[in-house]
């Protein structure tokens, strides 16, 4: 995804990316606590501090190997530890902790799309990096929504999906989860996720679209 750019746009991406992947952990665990888990609240892992979050291998060697060798930025931060063992109910529980990381996701293309018309407001040797900045926030975080949602464990479409399903066929669809990982670089590589997140983008670029015309529209009329 950021193959092509030079060393300037890299720094440019990296504060979206980090804010996105702490995000989503940060949500996670938060959900966690609230289905009775207190596990990252007692590790220090609700925290927005990225020192918190960082894998070595995950955080700074797999995305510096991806980016100099393939067409997209891969990789991870430590993820939020969780002691299921804390829910009255593991199966929900699960479930809404998956779906927090999406949804964290798509409030933070909100975010970044509102953040982008700022433009007009800073110094115009800001008006560049802004705009780049917010791309890289909005991209990075419509990229992680459609990888997340794939029905493939251990990804949170994976857990939503085995959330719903019965014991026998949860233990069939379980087998598949120590491949998971090796799956999803397939499709990356092959760019067979290419047209999902592209029809996804246009999805959400369309929400944003009436969403920060109507947000104007209301700011305009408490001028008035």
Not at 54 to 59: A, E, K, M, N, Q
Not at 106 to 117: E, H
Not at 183 to 197: C, D, H, N
Not at 205 to 221: E, P
Request: with cysteine; glycine share 8%; net charge positive.
């Amino acid at each position: 995804m950021f193959g092509n750019f030079d060393f300037s746009y890299v720094l440019l991406a990296i504060p979206p990316v980090m804010l996105s992947l702490v995000m989503r952990e940060i949500a996670r665990g938060y959900v966690a606590y609230r289905c009775g888990d207190p596990t990252a609240l007692q590790f220090g892992r609700l925290t927005l501090n990225p020192m918190a979050h960082i894998d070595l291998i995950g955080t700074i060697i797999v995305p510096a190997l991806s980016l100099a060798l393939t067409p997209f930025v891969y990789g991870w931060v430590r993820p939020i530890p969780i002691n299921a063992r804390n829910f009255k109910n593991v199966r929900s529980a699960r479930r809404w902790i998956a779906v927090a990381g999406p949804v964290t996701n798509l409030i933070l293309v909100y975010f970044w799309a509102m953040l982008s018309f700022l433009g007009g407001a800073v110094p115009e040797a800001y008006v560049d990096p802004l705009t780049i900045m917010t791309q890289f926030g909005m991209t990075i975080n419509i990229v992680l929504i459609v990888i997340n949602l794939l029905p493939i464990l251990p990804l949170d479409g994976g857990v939503i999906l085995d959330s719903f399903l019965n014991a026998k066929w949860s233990m069939k669809f379980r087998q598949i989860e120590p491949y998971g990982t090796w799956i999803v670089l397939a499709l990356l590589l092959t760019g067979a996720l290419s047209g999902l997140i592209d029809l996804f983008s246009l999805m959400i670029g369309s929400s944003v679209s009436i969403f920060t015309a109507l947000i104007l529209a209301g700011i305009a009329d408490l001028v008035k």
